[in-house]
C-alpha cells in the first residue's frame, strides 16, 4: 500500500514558477517508479514527468526543459519544479507511484495549478 499526497498548487501568472510536492508513505527507493501526471478541463490524464528508481527520467515535449522532476529519498518526497509557466499547464496535478512487486500502481487526489493573468 501506498499514500500519495500532493501540495504546492496555486495560481500563478505566466511566465513564473511553482514546486509541487509529493509526501510518499513509504521509502522511495523500494517504488520502481514515480511520476507526475495532469489533466486538464476536458482532457484526459498525461504524463507530465516520471523517474525510475534507477534514475531514469522521462519528460512529455510540452515541459521539457521547464520541468523538473527530482526525488528526495531522505524525506520520501516527489517533487516537480516547474518554470516558465504557461496557461496551457493549468490542470490538476497527480503524483503517481508503481510497484512492480505487486504490479500495482496508485495516485493521489491531485493538487490544482492554475496559470492565469
Known amino acids: 500500500q501506498v499514500q500519495l499526497v500532493e501540495s504546492g498548487g496555486g495560481l500563478v501568472q505566466p511566465g513564473e514558477s511553482l514546486r509541487l510536492s509529493c509526501a510518499v508513505s513509504?521509502?522511495?527507493?523500494?517504488?520502481?517508479?514515480m511520476g507526475w501526471y495532469r489533466q486538464a478541463p476536458g482532457k484526459q490524464r498525461e504524463l507530465v514527468a516520471v523517474?525510475?528508481?534507477?534514475?531514469?527520467?522521462r519528460y512529455d515535449d510540452s515541459v521539457k526543459g521547464r520541468f523538473t522532476i527530482s526525488t528526495d529519498n531522505a524525506k520520501n518526497t516527489v517533487c516537480l519544479d516547474m518554470n516558465i509557466l504557461k496557461p496551457e499547464d493549468t490542470a490538476v496535478y497527480y503524483c503517481?507511484?508503481?510497484?512492480?512487486?505487486?504490479?500495482?500502481?496508485?495516485w493521489g487526489k491531485g493538487t490544482l495549478v492554475t496559470v492565469s493573468s
Open positions: 523517474i525510475t528508481s534507477g534514475g531514469s527520467v
Open positions: 513509504r521509502s522511495i527507493g523500494s517504488i520502481a517508479t
Open positions: 503517481y507511484a508503481a510497484l512492480v512487486f505487486p504490479p500495482k500502481s496508485y
